[in-house]
């Protein structure tokens, strides 16, 4: 059975709000991070019910509709977390306030290898037939792509038009401008929400024509925007219209 998962980032804003959640300098190693796991033990929360910004919540509705329709097996959830790294869906975590965002250059790698983010995100991705990235930014670049995967992993990338830079021009590496105001205009989306919008209409016609529609994604990931139109159908025969 082909498997897909979904990467998308963490969101600033938390479910588990406290007045002193855990910083970059508590986290940066094994000691601080026990230390305040265990001072915030019972704010813990699943990772996929820890965000509550806007962006992850688009992504939730539309996988957990995938996951009403056809079963939790058709599409896994990962998240890339500033405090975490990568992270599964189901993996408890404590309210944390750090980002990607809040390094630059050497410090971003840094972080980055201290998280261990490109090893771990190419771990879990060569797992998948169909991986779909939903990240832009320091976010995209803290992978350092391309991940070390085979080359039978399709990854579809949702992302800025400032991180196209940041894909590596590869057979199964495919791009998507899904992000910043270029795409808000397109989509009339506001700007941080458009690949959380995109990738809900994919989930709906997912909901609608069955795993299937990854599959045939998985031979034609060059045709994924082709979904993301409002009057857009895909078809079992393998044909969209």
Not at 46 to 68: I, K
Not at 209 to 221: D, I, M, Q, V
Request: charged share 20%; net charge negative.
């Amino acid at each position: 059975m082909m498997r897909t998962l979904v990467f998308t980032p963490c969101t600033a804003k938390k479910r588990s709000q406290v007045l002193e959640p855990a910083l970059a300098a508590d986290l940066a190693n094994p000691e601080g991070r026990q230390q305040v796991t265990a001072r915030l033990a019972d704010h813990s929360l699943p990772a996929a019910e820890m965000y509550t910004g806007r962006h992850h919540r688009l992504v939730m509705e539309g996988v957990q509709a995938v996951w009403q329709q056809w079963g939790r097996h058709t599409l896994d959830l990962a998240i890339l977390s500033g405090g975490y790294g990568v992270l599964q869906s189901d993996e408890m975590i404590i309210p944390y306030d750090v980002t990607f965002d809040q390094f630059a250059g050497e410090a971003l790698a840094d972080w980055g290898a201290m998280l261990q983010v490109p090893a771990k995100a190419a771990a879990l991705v060569r797992e998948y037939d169909l991986v779909f990235l939903l990240l832009s930014g320091s976010y995209l670049a803290v992978l350092e792509l391309p991940l070390d995967v085979p080359d039978s992993v399709q990854q579809i990338v949702l992302t800025g038009q400032d991180s196209m830079e940041l894909v590596p021009a590869k057979p199964n590496v495919h791009p998507f401008v899904a992000a910043g105001s270029v795409a808000a205009r397109r989509w009339h989306v506001k700007a941080p929400h458009v690949r959380g919008f995109l990738f809900g209409r994919l989930c709906a016609q997912v909901v609608q024509h069955g795993p299937g529609l990854l599959e045939w994604l998985h031979h034609h990931p060059e045709d994924t925007e082709l979904l993301f139109y409002k009057g857009a159908r895909w078809r079992p025969q393998m044909s969209l219209w």
